[in-house]
């Protein structure tokens, strides 16, 4: 999706061109939309920054507040990259998703309207068994498995950040006041941040009692675990995890849904915000503990800074979650892997893509 200079060499070559979307459909819908507003309509979206405005299109079924726009498409710096790479996305003779018909049904019926390339709801593509082969981590994995099988069925919110989230000092003293007051286990990959103007991922502490209040580990050793890298499939699909706070990136709501685990929105970065927004409001699978979060993973500047209240809030509104959500999301799930067996609609899909992909060629 990044690599949109190719649909040159395609063309070179003359072969098709296909873009492969990680994001989901409603992304892409976004992406379109705003390429339009700022090309056809002569809007500038940053202007959006700091407004209450809400705005409506096609790929979503409910307004979507310009609070939770990407924040390069609210960055006087990114945007032109932003509007360029949807420009080029509409060159492609069709689009590949990650995601699936039954989760994002009136984002891909969107597209049947309009001036885009075909789109292609393969997914969801997940690796399940990515975590559990590293060698270097069989030590830590086995610790972790071993805590979860000794918790309570569904009695674990798990909290991770994905692969570039991390908190200052301030922030990570409010997340663990929060779990200590809420009374829930949990099971929390703590990360060290990269050294400030540094674009590194975030790192494992070798004490993370450095990081957290004093005497939080002790008191909080018959409920919690703190971890630094985590087997995440491993953790979502073991039946003692009722929970998941989560920075809200595709490939983690993917894994929740596919193994049934609730979310609580942190959005962090990217197009985090705009999934959280998914989950909440167009789909009703998870809480908040704050949607319209952003965080710039290279500034100098300080963190906004969430309080234990607003997150114990979340962890309590999460764990003690209505059945109708529940339900509502096992059914999801079921729907996911249905959706890649013979004759499901990702496998139609696919089917599709190929035979369209055929046609296509000299």
């Known amino acids: 999706m990044f690599c949109t200079s190719m649909i040159d060499v395609a063309n070179e070559f003359g072969v098709p061109s296909y873009i492969f ?48 726009l990407p924040s390069v498409m609210l960055n006087k710096e990114w945007l032109p990259n932003t509007l360029s790479q949807a420009r080029r ?10 995601t699936f018909e039954e989760l994002e049904s009136h984002a891909i019926d969107s597209f049947s309207i309009g001036n885009t390339p075909p789109v292609y709801p393969v997914g969801p593509i997940l ?25 309570p069925l569904s009695s674990v919110v798990y909290l991770c950040f994905g692969s570039m989230g991390s908190f200052g000092a301030d922030q990570v003293k409010e997340i663990a006041c929060a ?16 050294q400030k103007g540094k674009m590194e991922p975030p790192s494992d502490y070798t004490n993370p009692r450095d990081a957290l209040p004093e005497g939080f580990l002790d008191r909080t050793a018959n409920s919690g675990k703190v971890i630094g890298w985590a087997p995440q499939t491993d953790i979502l699909a073991h039946p003692s995890v009722g929970g998941f706070v989560s ?20 959005p962090l970065y990217a197009e985090q915000q705009l999934n959280a927004f998914q989950i909440i409001v167009e789909l009703g699978l ?44 096992k059914e999801m799930s079921g729907k996911g892997k249905k959706a890649l067996e013979n004759g499901g609609s990702s496998f139609t899909w696919l089917g599709r893509f190929i035979q369209d992909t055929v046609d296509q060629l000299p």
């Open 247 to 266: 920075h809200c990136g595709w490939n983690s709501i993917l894994e929740s849904i596919w193994f049934g685990v609730p979310i609580a929105a942190w």
């Open 179 to 194: 779990l200590e007051q809420s009374g829930h286990r949990f099971l929390w990959s703590l990360r060290k941040p990269p």
């Open 89 to 98: 996305f509409r060159e492609s003779k069709g689009i590949i998703i990650n």
């Open 286 to 329: 998870g809480v908040e503990i704050k949607m319209d979060y952003r965080k710039d993973l290279y500034s100098d500047g300080n963190e906004n800074v969430i309080s234990a209240g607003e997150i114990e809030r979340g962890v309590r509104c999460l764990m003690e979650l209505c059945d109708e959500k529940r339900e509502r999301l």
């Open 127 to 151: 690796n399940l068994n990515r975590d559990g082969d590293c060698d270097e981590e069989s030590d830590k994995y086995k610790d972790i498995k071993q805590w979860l099988d000794d918790q």
């Open 21 to 68: 979307l990680t994001s989901g459909a409603a992304f892409l819908g976004l992406q379109f939309y705003v390429q339009a507003l700022h090309d056809e309509q002569k809007v500038d979206p940053t202007e959006f920054k700091g407004s209450d405005a809400e705005l409506v299109m096609p790929c979503l079924a409910n307004p979507l507040p310009a609070k939770v």
